[in-house]
């Protein structure tokens, strides 16, 4: 799986995941002077607004796309030394010394395979008792964008669009309790023609198209867009509320 990303016009096309996590964030309750771990900032959106209800608390923006912190540098170096970026994989044991005081992620855990391992690193770098605020795709994620790769013969990226109840059978594991987990539908309607394959190009179909020479990549991508009954995506989003076992 490719980890990088065209960050510039994710900033522009990703209106949904940023409406979404702007949801999320208002579920994880802050003091104003916590440290707090953004796994998966992407380009930064909502992670400004985490920093804005940290008047005296810091960022660790962390993402695996070298783009999408260049992205992110841009739009928070408002905030100065409050932010600290790490390029890591959430896949593998993440470079953050010291614990955080919680953590928040918003449209990643779709892209990451192995959630269990995911979790553990995820509990790794958390504080005893310190929360998880998350969201991401959940089972039945982008069914009919699914069927229609299917059928136009590609299988498209196997992503792990998980169900609540193995969600928290692997938060248990990992070592997380006050467990949470539920789908929530989000379907998404989107401006017919370049709109709508341009948010297809930069979101769903990245990594169907990371190999493709440009004009291929514009005819499959149009081609998906066309196949489509309407120019809209049956966004289901899977929500986790968790706390770090003391």
């Known amino acids: 799986m490719t980890t990088e990303w065209d960050a510039a016009t994710y900033d522009r096309v990703a209106n949904p995941q940023a409406r979404w996590g702007l949801s999320v964030l208002d579920r994880l309750p802050l003091n104003g002077d916590e440290r707090v771990l953004d796994a998966g900032c992407g380009s930064g959106r909502v992670t400004e607004h985490l920093l804005e209800r940290l008047p005296n608390g810091s960022v660790v923006a962390l993402d695996a796309s070298e783009a999408m912190l260049a992205e992110a540098r841009r739009r928070l170096a408002r905030f100065g030394d409050r932010v600290e970026y790490v390029r890591a994989d959430l896949q593998e044991r993440l470079p953050i010394d010291q614990p955080v005081d919680a953590i928040l992620s918003t449209a990643t855990f779709h892209w990451i395979r192995d ?30 964008l699914e069927r229609v790769l299917a059928a136009m013969g590609n299988t498209g990226a196997d992503r792990p669009f998980a169900s609540p109840e193995e969600t928290a059978e692997r938060l248990l594991a990992a070592g997380f309790t006050s467990i949470e987990t539920w789908l929530s539908d989000e379907p998404t309607r989107f401006e017919a023609g370049q709109p709508f394959e341009d948010f297809l190009e930069t979101v769903c179909l990245r990594e169907h198209v990371a190999t493709m020479a440009p004009e291929d990549r514009r005819a499959f991508v149009h081609d998906v867009a066309q196949h489509m009954p309407e120019p809209l995506l049956d966004y289901v989003r899977l929500n986790i509320l968790a706390r770090r076992r003391a």
């Open 115 to 144: 959630h269990a391992r995911l979790f553990r690193n995820l509990a790794a770098v958390l504080k005893p008792g310190g929360r998880l605020v998350a969201q991401c795709g959940g089972k039945g994620n982008i069914a009919t």
